[in-house]
């Protein structure tokens, strides 16, 4: 039975443009939830923060599309969640790309058929069968006190496991996600017997027990606890633009390892798509921002991190990052271990982290 509205006119009824004018605001108003139902809402889980690394391009996202994105946001247990409730969210933006290879291995994503991410993205960006790209990365890199530490007494990762580096070196938990993905390409890269003696004498080397997030180990070198600590690019622009990080990241420098050598670590964040096939073309179309020269320059201006298109430039507070060692460019020399290879490593890494104690004392 299709809706309608029955008028019955009277002696006392209003005039007939007074009637129109009410029908018509009736009309309108009738109208107006309908018409908000109709925005559509994408559905986003993701293990980085909403309000700091993307939220702006969300913003960006929302207003070119129409759309409304609403997320799940979780600092750990990302895959153990998307496996318990696989169709909650239609997108996946995960900080660690091993963790999307995980979530591919276990049948929780779909392929993402896309000839313009295909055209976008580096090939060695993109995941295994096409489940899953890289969208940005950032080093994971040694930074060290200005005053306590030279340039040239660094080197390696593996160097930090020498006795020289003997209560002197500050990091957070081993089981982080960002150091389990670190200790995971020292697998990859070194092969298992090697990482456990790089990642026990780490352990051995230890200023105090890990604590904290990854600006606390520079606030760590600043106030004299430590010398030396494994954090991320990023954070010392990031601790430059704020003011009680401020003397933290001018009390630091930031050391690229093993450029003579094999290359840098990175640490890469993802996006996949969810087998959830209500909103499957709006979750394609935000994958495909993600990687437009918009998002990627907003990635770049908004988190200091790295552009997988080749033509987006470093920010300009990221050149000067390993200046001191000889960089130049803000470019460096990567060990870049295919996304492929990751698969299992994490496993082995937390096993490792366990056995040498990493997290139980120092």
């Not at 609403?70 to 990302?78: H, I, K, R, S, T």
């Not at 979750?283 to 988190?303: C, G, H, P």
Request: glycine share 8%; aromatic share 8%; charged share 25%.
């Amino acid at each position: 039975m299709s809706n309608h509205v029955e008028v019955t006119m009277s002696l006392r009824s209003p005039s007939r443009g007074k009637l129109i004018t009410l029908l018509l605001a009736a009309a309108l108003t009738a109208a107006l939830p309908a018409a908000a139902q109709q925005q559509r809402v994408l559905r986003l889980i993701s293990d980085r923060t909403d309000q700091g690394t993307l939220r702006p391009i969300l913003d960006a996202f929302e207003q070119a599309s129409g759309a409304k994105v609403e997320g799940v946001f979780m600092d750990q247990g990302l895959v153990n969640r998307l496996e318990s409730r696989p169709t909650e969210a239609d997108v996946v933006i995960t900080k660690d790309a091993e963790l999307m290879e995980i979530a591919a291995e276990r049948g929780l994503l779909a392929r993402l058929e896309s000839p313009r991410i295909k055209a976008a993205v580096p090939a060695q960006f993109v995941g295994t069968n096409d489940m899953f790209y890289v969208d940005a990365y950032r080093a994971r890199v040694i930074f060290y006190s200005r005053e306590r530490v030279k340039p040239s007494e660094l080197s390696t990762y593996a160097d930090l496991a020498s006795p020289k580096w003997k209560g002197r070196i500050c990091i957070r938990s081993g089981s982080h996600d960002y150091n389990l993905a670190l200790f995971g390409q020292f697998i990859a890269s070194y092969g298992e017997d090697e990482a456990r003696r790089v990642i026990g004498g780490i352990a051995a080397n230890l200023a105090r027990k890990p604590q904290g997030n990854d600006r606390e180990q520079a606030r760590g070198i600043h106030e004299g606890k430590c010398d030396v600590a494994l954090m991320n690019t990023y954070y010392h622009p990031l601790m430059q633009g704020n003011p009680a990080q401020k003397a933290w990241a001018d009390s630091v420098g930031v050391f690229f390892p093993d450029q003579a050598g094999k290359g840098t670590f990175i640490m890469r964040s993802a996006v996949g798509v969810t087998k959830a096939k209500g909103n499957r073309d709006l979750a394609l179309q935000l994958a495909e921002f993600m990687v437009s020269r918009e998002a990627q320059e907003l990635m770049v201006n908004r988190t200091r991190q790295y552009s997988v298109l080749p033509d987006v430039p470093v920010h300009p507070q990221m050149v000067s990052l390993g200046a001191e060692q000889g960089l130049t460019d803000g470019r460096f020399k990567m060990d870049f271990v295919p996304l492929a290879a990751l698969a299992g490593k994490r496993e082995v890494a937390i096993r490792l982290v366990d056995s040498v104690g990493f997290d139980s004392g120092f």
